[in-house]
Nanobody
């Protein structure tokens, strides 16, 4: 069974950047489609970005398009989320999720089969 561990969160000021990493174990990044999902206090989980398994197509939520970039490192079994121009509304716990899709990914949080422990991102002045 695939296991996921997100890291790289922290407290930053508006306009700054962070890189989140998701370490994949028990399988490889080539075996799943992945998503970065966030949950702010009192809100439902929101998929901010996803990447398909075979063709590496990436989708972004409107709220982060142009500011976030998702990528993966097959050699090191890592999935990344580079976040720039961070805003207070980006404050949330960020999780990586995996789903057994082939040529597409999902912007629906409930469709992900696996989630790992999240990492807190706080954007505040």
């Amino acid at each position: 069974e695939v296991q996921l561990q997100a890291s790289g969160g922290g407290s930053v000021q508006p306009g700054q950047s962070l890189r989140l990493s998701c370490a994949v174990s028990g399988s490889t990044v080539a075996d799943y489609a992945f998503g970065w999902v966030r949950q702010a206090p009192g809100k439902e989980r929101e998929v901010v970005s996803c990447m398909s398994r075979y063709n590496s197509n990436v989708e972004y939520a409107n709220s982060v398009a142009g500011r976030f970039k998702m990528s993966r490192d097959n050699a090191n079994n890592l999935v990344y989320l580079d976040m720039s121009s961070l805003r207070p509304e980006d404050t949330a716990i960020y999780f990586c999720g995996a789903v057994d899709f082939s040529y597409h990914c999902s912007m629906t949080a409930k469709l992900y089969d696996y989630y790992g422990r999240g990492t807190q991102v706080t954007v505040s002045s």
